[in-house]
């Protein structure tokens, strides 16, 4: 059974970077065809995708928030991390941590319970 736990800082000032990790167990992030991703939604509004690691450490970054976004990773801890810059209140969310199976067909299977991030002074 994999496991994807979100971690990071609750509240990031205006102009901040947000940086936030997920830790996977049960499973390792190297394996073929696994794609890591963060995704979250905003107060009110739907999913938004906003990037992967793939099991051989390329990434992948929504256009719309790619010239903000990077998305790293430790193997060592088997974690991933997202970290967006200058921020807004805009970027309050609940941000998810996520598998996605690649191949014919692509599609999540597992995610993070979601942590709240506020954008606030």
């Known amino acids: 059974q994999v496991q994807l736990q979100e971690s990071g800082p609750g509240l990031v000032k205006p102009s901040q970077t947000l940086s936030l990790t997920c830790t996977v167990s049960?499973?390792?992030?190297?394996?073929?065809?696994?794609?890591w991703s963060w995704i979250r939604q905003p107060p009110g509004k739907g999913l938004e995708w906003i990037g992967y690691i793939a099991y051989s450490g390329s990434t992948y970054y929504s256009p719309s928030l790619k010239s903000r976004t990077s998305i790293s990773r430790d193997t060592s801890k088997n974690q991933f991390t997202l970290q967006l810059s200058s921020v807004t209140p805009e970027d309050t969310a609940v941000y998810y941590c996520?598998?996605?199976?690649?191949?014919?067909?692509?599609?999540?299977?597992?995610w993070g319970q979601g942590t709240q991030v506020t954008v606030s002074s």
């Open positions: 996520a598998r996605v199976v690649g191949g014919s067909s692509w599609y999540f299977d597992y």
């Open positions: 049960g499973g390792s992030i190297t394996t073929n065809y696994y794609y």
